[in-house]
């Protein structure tokens, strides 16, 4: 049997050695370390008397000491005054010596003399204290001197101090010698009183403990006999039920192994994506709950990312939905392997994927993954003959900061998409409160353009496009303007890009195209003739394909001469349009002509641009703010007009708000200008009362 007495015995007397042998030395150096800072909070106390006594011959000292050798310092005047006030101010103290350093390390003033012009600039003191702060250590000397004489055996704790001038700057530094024998000899007396109390208190213990372990052993011994006589009549008993639950057991496992099996299955179709095999909708639900709380408790940060495959239903579209089913099975599998931070990847149907990032120590680390998850992109996805490039958006929210729900950071990540989407595709962006504002109005203004085209709240202003040397009206574009009821005036920068992605914009701009010629067929009927009316186009109206007819229908109903129609295009409209050159043939075939809008704000190639028929180049009005301040944009204007001489292209200029951008943009040649310098956007009735005047 275990022997529990022989084991404590043992165990406890070296717990005994060891616990005298720790609790000793602990004692000593923290009473050590006591004493050391009480002591050295003396040395700083008798320093500032000493500075505060002697501050001006101390303070001349310092002054006087630059270039002087160990003679001269010795026979200065100074040094004599603050030797003489020195003994007074230290007699009776503890302080034995006291030295004085300038600030490159020699000493200019000492107790003993003979030290006078010593360097101790490597001295760590030194440089500690000529750094602003004090540090002090502990020696024992045989025979140091000091201010009564001769001393023999003591403990003594030298301090370095600063010495501050009157702007708190160090000017030099102060070295005290303290004699600390006395509190030396009493933590040692101290230290063997504790080590004897620490030895006969756990002697008693021990003692106390080994006579209830003995008793204890005792007990053990008689209950190991009874113990031993249950056991021998268990063993039989339990020899028989072993043999009667393995006959049960053998039925029993068959039977289970079939229920795993199909509960397995059950799972695991319940948890995970039949198509990609990722985690599915309820799996990250679940496991994102659970992640909430643990994140609670630990007081950490988690994040959710919302990753939304771009343009995904053109391959579903265009090359069928098993194409479109392999390509999510690709990005799955590429997610998976390349993207290192993801803590859970889930697809949550269609091309919405969803990631889990647990432990986030800041928003660095998922911009990380978020970066991550762009890249896995950037290579093609190879699907038998189909080779298909892809990009996603992601959108990023965080907890707690964006939601302290499940459904909360699901709603916010998708919201962030959206705006990553807007943004720019293959991009990400974080959650920001303003964004589910943003939506909500963006729904309202949505809902109101709806009425609004229904109710006619839309207007036509018209802007002036005049001649650069004559400044003769040579004609106008056409800017649409929406009078809410509920917003009142809205301007096109807030509903134009709604109107884009709902795809309102088709009905309004053919609205604008439509109301824009009746409006020209009226003046031109009153008398008032206007030489040309210029209207801007959207990559939605251009990619319909009865736009054309609509166009058609358009001019032939208002009765406008298509020569009188300009339409402005951007770069940007121009390249998302398929077979964009057949499709502006037409418009030229029909008499219409064709301005490029934003000109230098693209990427448009210089052989594409050659290619295209059109007859106007619009400068964007960025440029032109830069005229007079910014030598680049100056540049970019001058190659831009070079290149439409080259084409044979008319220039208008955009944004022309000074006389100075006038003067600038005539000496290069500009035909046309257009901004706030010879008129706003305005309502009909005050375009044709300004300009009837004009001509």
């Known amino acids: 049997m275990f022997n529990l007495s022989r084991y404590f015995s043992t165990v406890s007397f070296i717990l005994i050695v060891l616990a005298a042998g720790v609790l000793g030395p602990l004692y000593q150096k923290l009473s050590l370390q006591q004493m050391k800072d009480l002591a050295q909070g003396r040395n700083v106390a008798m320093a500032q008397v000493f500075q505060n006594s002697l501050h001006e011959p101390l303070l001349g000292l310092l002054a006087e000491s630059t270039g002087r050798d160990a003679s001269a310092l010795a026979e200065s005047g100074s040094r004599a005054h603050i030797q003489d006030n020195a003994h007074i101010l230290m007699h009776g103290t503890s302080v034995i010596k006291v030295k004085v350093y300038n600030r490159v390390g020699n000493v200019i003033f000492s107790t003993d003399a003979r030290q006078i012009g010593e360097n101790r600039l490597a001295s760590p003191g030194f440089k500690a204290a000529i750094n602003g702060l004090v540090l002090s250590e502990l020696t024992h000397r045989n025979t140091p001197d000091s201010l009564e004489g001769t001393l023999a055996d003591i403990d003594v704790l030298a301090s370095y101090i600063p010495i501050r001038g009157k702007d708190n700057s160090v000017e030099g530094v102060f070295e005290l010698y303290q004699n600390v024998t006395p509190f030396v000899e009493e933590l040692e007396r101290n230290l063997w009183w504790v080590t004897a109390g620490i030895v006969l208190t756990f002697a008693f213990l021990y003692l106390m403990q080994f006579l209830v372990v003995r008793r204890a052993q005792g007990i053990l011994e008689d209950q190991e006999g009874r113990i031993k006589a249950a056991r021998d009549t268990l063993e039989v008993q339990v020899a028989a039920r072993t043999e009667e639950l393995k006959r049960t057991n053998v039925q029993l496992e068959g039977e289970i192994s079939e229920r795993r099996q199909a509960q397995s299955k059950l799972n695991y179709l319940a948890y995970h994506d039949p198509l990609t095999g990722l985690a599915n909708r309820r799996c990250f639900i679940e496991r994102l709950e659970e992640s909430l709380r643990e994140t609670a408790q630990r007081d950490e940060r988690l994040a959710v990312l919302f990753i939304d495959l771009d343009q995904f239903k053109q391959v579903n579209d265009s090359l069928g939905h098993g194409v479109g089913d392999e390509l999510l099975v690709a990005v799955a599998s590429r997610l998976a392997e390349h993207v290192r931070l993801i803590d859970m990847l889930a697809r949550l149907g269609g091309d919405e994927f969803i990631c889990l990032m647990e432990a986030v120590r800041d928003e660095r680390e998922v911009e990380v993954l978020a970066q991550e998850i762009i890249d896995a992109f950037e290579q093609p996805f190879q699907l038998g003959d189909h080779e298909l490039f892809l990009t996603a958006s992601v959108g990023i929210s965080l907890f707690p900061g964006d939601g302290d729900s499940v ?223 910014n030598g680049g944009d100056e540049a970019i204007i001058r190659t831009i007009m070079e290149l439409a001489r080259s084409l044979s292209f008319e220039v208008v200029a955009e944004g022309v708000e000074t006389e100075e951008q006038a003067a600038f943009l005539a000496e290069l040649g500009c035909q046309q200008l257009q901004g706030y310098l010879h008129g706003r956007a305005v309502a009909p009735a005050e375009f044709r009362t300004r300009w009837s005047r004009a001509t």
């Open 407 to 629: 459904l909360a950071l699901m709603r916010n990540a998708d919201t962030a998409m959206y705006r990553a989407k807007f943004s720019g595709r293959g991009n990400y962006h974080f959650y920001t409160p303003d964004m589910t504002l943003l939506a909500q109005e963006r729904i309202q203004m949505e809902n109101l353009l709806r009425r609004a085209l229904e109710h006619g709240e839309f207007r036509v202003h018209l802007q002036p496009q005049v001649d650069t040397r004559s400044t003769r009206l040579v004609g106008a574009e056409a800017l649409v303007r929406w009078e809410s009821p509920e917003l009142g005036l809205v301007m096109p920068s807030r509903f134009i890009p709604i109107a884009e992605d709902s795809g309102l914009i088709v009905g309004l701009g053919n609205w604008v195209l439509r109301e824009t010629c009746r409006q020209f067929m009226i003046w031109r009927e009153s008398g008032f003739e206007l030489p040309q009316v210029s209207v801007n186009l959207s990559v939605k109206q251009l990619e319909r394909p009865e736009f054309i007819d609509v166009l058609d229908s358009i001019l032939a109903d208002t009765g406008m001469n298509p020569s009188h129609l300009k339409l402005e295009l951007t770069e940007s409209v121009v390249m998302a349009v398929g077979d964009s050159f057949g499709l502006l043939e037409k418009l030229r075939s029909l008499g219409i002509s064709l301005a490029l809008d934003d000109f230098g704000t693209g990427y448009s190639s210089l052989s594409y641009l050659k290619m295209l028929p059109i007859q106007q180049l619009k400068i964007d009005r960025s440029f032109v703010e830069g005229i007079g301040s």
